[in-house]
């Protein structure tokens, strides 16, 4: 899911060519370099028009033949992506296994700690979640008030009703699962303008799209580059945040077990809380049909009498928890297990790996 973190590379600067063997001074010509960026920046313009045009017209369509297409397309990427279905098989394995042992969630997710063809169920269930995740993407900007007062489910109204009682500063920590960016609609259609960082992506048009349908219903959106400082600066106004928090991509994130095993989960909304002391709160939406969610939310407690370095590494592994009870309604919605989540899963691959070499 996740859109791509480099920006669209810049046009090659033209070369000027040299001159004929016969001495001719017929001008310059355009060297390969500017020809390779001309025809990127041509390219790009295609895609994205293909792009923007096919999420406006995903936009306009009703729920129920959405729901088919979603499912259609995880179907046909099930089975053309076996690198991403082994993934996918590996990850949701200990997903269950920890289940089972636990006592959590659904039996059918149980079954599939030892029936493999109950994990591959939930395998293939995977790829129709993910090919939905893109269709509302597309969808977004309909969710407003009405569209998720009649479609969601607060399953925690309690919760829901404190964190979002007043404009504040707080951080809504999300995950890449179910619905991605439902709860900060939520949040923004009880708080007003929320600030959230973004994934760059390749192509500059599409990233223009989505920032600006975005900024239409109350979302303002950062760039990786920028989110730092801002969202720091954004607390200290006494303003609401959101972050996508549960897969590390710069390596550099603090310490948690989750689901039994060692990884690390990204240190932002951890540190920026303690820098601050605005409160967490992890959030998540899943699907349960055509056009309708189910969401919860949870405060992350905050321990008291730490060193700033402890209270940062005590509210990462309190996320780690709420993660895993968002993650337990539906693993299969958890997007992130298309990518390494658990260092010793991945050593044992590449040993498998070098070993079938």
Known sequence: MSPEASPSAAAEPAHPAEPAATGSKAGLRAGPGARRGLRRRV??????????????????????????????????????????RDEARRNLRRVAEWMAAHGVGDERYHRAATDPRALEAIVRSAFRHHAHYYIELARAPRFDFH?????????????????????????????????????GFLALQRLGQVVAPMESLRNERIQAYMKRTRGVIGVRILTIEEAGPELLAVLRRNEPIGIIADRDLTGSGLAVELFGAKTKIPAGPALLATETG?????????????????????????????????????????????????IADAPEQWLAVFHPIWPDLQRAQETNTGEAR
Do not use: C, Q
């Open 43 to 84: 390219a790009d313009r295609a895609v994205a028009a293909v792009v923007i045009g096919a999420m406006e017209l995903i936009r306009r369509m009703p729920d129920a033949p959405l729901w088919w297409l979603g499912n259609t397309a995880g179907n046909i990427e099930y089975r053309a992506a076996r690198s991403r």
């Open 147 to 183: 569209y998720l007062e009649n479609r969601l489910v607060i399953e925690t109204p309690d919760e829901v009703d404190a964190a979002l009682a007043e404009r504040r500063a707080l951080i809504l920590v999300g995950l890449h699962f179910g619905t991605i960016e439902l709860p």
């Open 278 to 326: 605005a409160p967490a709160y992890v959030a998540g939406v899943r699907r349960v049909g055509p056009g309708r969610y189910r969401g919860v939310l949870w405060p992350v407690p905050t321990p008291g009498g730490l060193s700033r370095r402890e209270r940062s590494r005590s509210m990462a592994r309190e996320e780690a928890l709420l993660f895993e009870r968002v």
